[in-house]
Structures are given as structure tokens and as C-alpha cells.
């Protein structure tokens, strides 16, 4: 078996772990052949090292493995697993600008982590008390966390850890409502309690600005411009007040049913209210209450705005969803061919594409302007669980209740690659660059993977943000490495492409030889690479 072969089975040694079955090559990916001179590795050399000749040919058979990466298709190594917490994680969430996550765990505690190295920023204590939820504020320098059954929300500063400030809210033995949230201008801070009140605090200060007046309040939003909160009373109505002070601007009363949800659309200018009542779920004209229309015909199970507000998408009872004109109410499309009901269903990113999941084992991809069925994923489980587009809509991932994520081809229904090893796997979601994914386990530990890029394609882009301001000599440039992230960031990726990759340290010095022009960084980065393995 030839050198490349060998380096390819390395690279995709986690792919084939991961799967029930294995898969065949990608289309367009060519199986390695044999036809090249096979050399001894290390471990196999009696004599502990290789003859010149040979580590000259394996490092240029190494080149052009390397540089087939992406023809060998490998996709999804796991980056790393971020290992610290005493008890199940439940909860995981990037930063904005995906350069820390944020992890909540059964333990009572809740912890920040460093995106590139996996290593622990800093431990949230909540006193335990249980950590109901999180949420970054919008600029990602603080994040907002609630805890136990009475409503308490503490606000933390995400470079040191450190405790901000601490909002007391509910009076009452209730559970708290709506999650407590910024705006969106990061200026407020909003919470809610059933049966009692919405307040309105000032982010920087912790001052409270407002209390609205009591009320059974189910949960409570900002529009899009932070000026107005939206509070929904399911046996009453939606009101709108001013954020700024106060004032009760409108009362969208239906006429009739439980009211199970309210919300903006996109700009702000309308308000969606799904009823319990058949035919009873109607459109509103946020600044003056006027009722638009109804969305008649159905009982629906969800609903939500297209991401230009143009159209509205509701799931129904009747196995399909459809598609509705956001300015007339009229129905522009049935989407209909689930054998089950449908669970749920979202637009992709640029409002062109529908995907729907049944309550069993099958999502269908849509087409919004026709209807037509793009292609159905359909997996050997009984029970598909949750489905999510990656933030340019190129990726679709898929859960099931075999505790594996896939990764699908949103343009062609290709499998592209499975996530497996995990025990009771949880939420899963995309870093915002789409790069990577976060997944969380019953086994304790949060795991970072990469998606249609390789490790190695990781490697390349951590070197080209490095050769613009490296030294020029290659001791000062492990200096430089170890007085910023850049050390921990390579040592992570280093172990993804020897453990997770299979990478030899030949590969990932010829690696290094092949993007990086500089020679100092390049013997630096090959000492950390020697250490390593």
C-alpha cells in the first residue's frame, strides 16, 4: 500500500469510525491506488528513524496528500472536546464573534471557554442554583445567565469572568417567564415573571428603569429597533409599550382561543399572534393596531416570518406547512408530501429554500418560490429530532435519537459526513463563520468539530493569519507563540490532525513547508509539531 493510500486512510480514520456503514467516495473523489513505492514509518523502522531518500519521498508523497484533502472529501474531524464540567452539559453556545463558547451544566455551574484552544476562560458560580439560561449581549463583551425558579439573572463581564451585576426579580413562587434578554442595541436588559410583572433595566448600571404593570405575563420581547416590548398574556392579549417610558402604546385583543405566541416581524412593523382556535391566527400592524388579516384555514403548530418578513411559514396538523404573503394573507403555497406530521420547519438563510421535518425520520427541502421538492433526507432511525441550516445555507445538520449529527449537502441532499461518539447527544449549532460546529453530551464534555473544512484546511488558515506579523527568526517566533493564543490554537489543531486526522508529523510538516513562506515561522511551527508527536 503506497504512502498516500495510508495517509488517506489516516484522514478519513474518523469519518469511517463514525458511521454505522461505511460510505463510498464522494462523487468526483478518486480512490487511491497502490502504483507508488511503499517506505517504512518510524514505528516501523528497526532502527527507530529512515533513510534519507525515504523521508524525502514520503514527505513529497505527504505534499500530495495534503493537497488532495479536499478531493478526499474529509469532513467533520472532531477539533477538540472541551472537558471541565462535573456533571451532563445541556447547553452550548458560541459568541458572536465565535472566539469563546459558553457552556451550562447540570453541576449548577456555567463556564466560558476559548474557541481556538479549548481551554477554560473562566467558571460561572451560581451558589447552587440551577442555570435555566444564557444569552451573549450583542457586542459579546457580557453574557446574562438566569437561575433558579424565582427569576434571578446575573450579568458577567466574558474577558475576566467576573460578576457584574445581580437583577432580583420575581416576588412570587413562580417559575419566571420569557428568558431574561438584551435588546438589541445591547443598552437594556428585559425579565419577566408569571403572574407578576416585566421589568426593564439598564445593562451598564443595573438600574431598573421600568416595571410594567402586573399581569399574567407568558413572555416578553423587544422589536428589532430596541424601542418597543411586545408582552403576551395567553388569556388576555399582546401589548405594546414604549421602552423608553413606559407608556401602554397598543392592546392587540383576539377574539377568540388561548394565545400560544406572539412576535415582530424582521422590521418591526408587524405583529404575528397564533392562536389555540382554528382560523383564529391574525396579523397586525404594529404601530397602529390595526388587525391586517387572518390566516385562515388551519390549526398550526409554529409559525415564523421569512427572513426578509415578505412571507410567512406555518407548520399545520393537516402533514404540511404553507406559505403565506406577510403583507395580504394570501396563500401562496402547500407544501405537501410528509406520510407525518410535521414538527417544524425554517427558511434557509436567503429566504430560498424551505426545510421541513417530520415527527419520524424525514426532512424534505423545498423550494419557496415553486413548491417543489428539492430532495428528502431520510435516515435508518425512527425518530429524527431537530434540523439546522449552517449560516450560508451550504450545510444542512440533522439530529436523531441515535444520538448522531449528519451533515448534509443542502444543494444536492449529499451525506456528507456523521458526528458520532457522543453519549446522549444534545443541542448542536454552527459557529457564525460556519466553520465549526458545537455539539453538547451526556458524557460531561461539549465538542467543537470542523464541517466541509478539513483539519488540515484549519492548519492553513491559522498560518495565514500568522505570516504577516511573525518575527523573522525562529527562536524569537516561538517566543512570540507562547506569549499570545496562537501557541494553545496550534497545539489544538496539532492533536486534531494527529488524533482526530491521522495526520503523521510528515504530513504536517510538509503541511507547514507548503503555506507558509517564511522560514523562521515554519522551523517554529515544526519544533511545536515535534514535541507533539
Sequence with gaps: MSIIKLISLGLVV?????????????????????????YPTETQSPQ????????????????????????????????????????????????????????????????????KTGEILSTLQHRGEFV???????????????????????????????????????????FSGEHPAFSPDGKKILTSCLEDTAKLWNAETGELLLTLPRSFFRSASFSPDSKTILTMSPHEAATLWNAETGELLLTLQQARGFLRSASFSPDGKKVLMISSI???????????????????????????????????????????????????GELLLTLQGHTHSVKSAAFSPDGKKILTISWYNTAKLWDAETAAVVFTLKEDVPYMSSTLFSPDGKIILTTSDDDIARLWNAENG????????????????????????????????????????????????????????????????????????????????????????????????????????????????????????
Design 48 to 115: 527507530g528513524s529512515l533513510p534519507d531518500d525515504a523521508v524525502a519521498k514520503d514527505a513529497e508523497a505527504a505534499r500530495a496528500a495534503v493537497a488532495d484533502a479536499k478531493a478526499m472529501r474529509l469532513r467533520a474531524n472532531l477539533y477538540t472536546s472541551l472537558r471541565g464540567h462535573k456533571d451532563v452539559v445541556y447547553s452550548a453556545a458560541f459568541s458572536p464573534d465565535g472566539k469563546k463558547i459558553f457552556t451550562r451544566s447540570s453541576d449548577h455551574t456555567s463556564k466560558l471557554w476559548n474557541a
Design 414 to 533: 449529499e451525506l456528507l459526513s456523521t458526528l458520532s461518539g457522543q453519549k446522549t447527544l444534545g443541542q448542536t449549532s454552527f459557529s457564525p463563520d460556519g466553520k465549526k460546529i458545537l455539539t453538547t453530551s451526556g458524557d460531561r464534555t461539549a465538542k467543537i468539530w470542523s464541517t466541509t473544512d478539513s483539519v488540515a484546511d484549519l492548519a492553513i488558515d491559522f498560518m495565514k493569519r500568522l505570516d504577516a506579523d511573525a518575527p523573522e527568526d525562529a527562536d524569537a517566533a516561538i517566543l512570540w507563540l507562547a506569549e499570545s493564543d496562537h501557541m494553545a490554537e496550534w497545539k489544538t489543531i496539532i492533536t486534531a490532525m494527529k488524533d482526530n486526522a491521522g495526520l503523521s508529523k510528515e504530513a504536517v510538516h510538509a503541511l507547514v513547508d507548503k503555506e507558509l513562506p517564511t522560514v523562521a515561522l515554519q522551523d517554529a511551527l515544526k519544533r511545536v509539531v515535534d514535541t507533539s508527536y
Design 14 to 38: 474518523l469519518t469511517i469510525a463514525s458511521c454505522s456503514q461505511n460510505n463510498p467516495p464522494p462523487d468526483g473523489a478518486a480512490e487511491p491506488t497502490d502504483s507508488a513505492q511503499t
Design 132 to 174: 435555566r439560561s444564557a444569552a451573549f449581549s450583542p457586542d459579546g463583551k457580557k453574557i446574562l445567565t438566569s437561575f433558579g425558579l424565582f427569576g434571578g439573572a446575573k450579568l458577567w463581564n466574558t474577558e475576566t469572568g467576573e460578576l457584574l451585576l445581580t437583577l432580583e426579580h420575581c416576588e412570587s413562587d413562580y
Design 278 to 328: 382554528l382560523s383564529n391566527d391574525t396579523v397586525w400592524n404594529a404601530k397602529t393596531g390595526e388587525l391586517l388579516f387572518s390566516l385562515g384555514g388551519a390549526d398550526f403548530l409554529s409559525e415564523c416570518f421569512s427572513p426578509d418578513g415578505m412571507k410567512i411559514l406555518t407548520v399545520s396538523k393537516d402533514l404540511t406547512a404553507k406559505l403565506w404573503n406577510s403583507e395580504t
